[in-house]
């Protein structure tokens, strides 16, 4: 039996990245944010595991990630999953890069000029995801944390090993 899943799904993976760097509404920003994010995007009722930081709306974020139903089908760890996808996120941003969708300057992501075509603005008018009010709110409470260190991103959503960063 055949078995689709879009986290490994290289094309679905492109369309995630873009609407993501659509939603974060920044000049630049980390592949590992960007990989963190996609990640919710796909499996947005785990958004609860994440140790919010006080910020203005979190408590709504969480409380909404809270009633999420569960999906029927029996994942593995999250850590697991992600260390799995980070394959396809790997080439996804090449693909990007490639296309010149998005730029990479001194090891930072920016929406490069090609961004801003027809047909990608046609691609995320389609988008449920970029009209959607919580993952606009979760990634605007997320920008606010660090990716590193012992308060960083990394450790406040349990998905990347954070103890050997250097901060």
Do not use: W
Not at 43 to 55: G, T, V
Not at 105 to 119: E, M, P, Q, R, Y
Not at 148 to 155: F, M, P
């Amino acid at each position: 039996m055949i078995i689709y899943h879009p986290k490994d799904d290289l094309y679905h993976c492109m369309f995630r990245f873009i609407t993501v760097a659509s939603l974060q509404n920044l000049d630049e920003f980390d592949f590992t944010r960007l990989r963190i994010y996609d990640f919710f995007f796909l499996f947005p009722h785990l958004a609860k595991d994440i140790e919010f930081p006080r910020a203005k709306g979190a408590a709504k974020v969480k409380k909404i990630a809270e009633r999420m139903q569960e999906p029927y089908e029996n994942l593995p760890d999250k850590k697991r999953i992600f260390s799995e996808m980070g394959d396809y996120h790997i080439q996804a941003l090449q693909i990007l890069l490639a296309k010149d969708i998005f730029k990479e300057v001194d090891g930072k992501l920016s929406i490069s000029k090609a961004f801003n075509s027809l047909s990608v603005s046609k691609l995320l008018e389609g988008s449920s995801n970029k009209n959607d009010g919580f993952f606009h709110d979760l990634i605007n409470i997320l920008n606010q944390v660090e990716i590193a260190g012992q308060s960083g991103l990394k450790k406040r959503t349990g998905l990347m090993e954070y103890r050997y960063d250097a901060v």
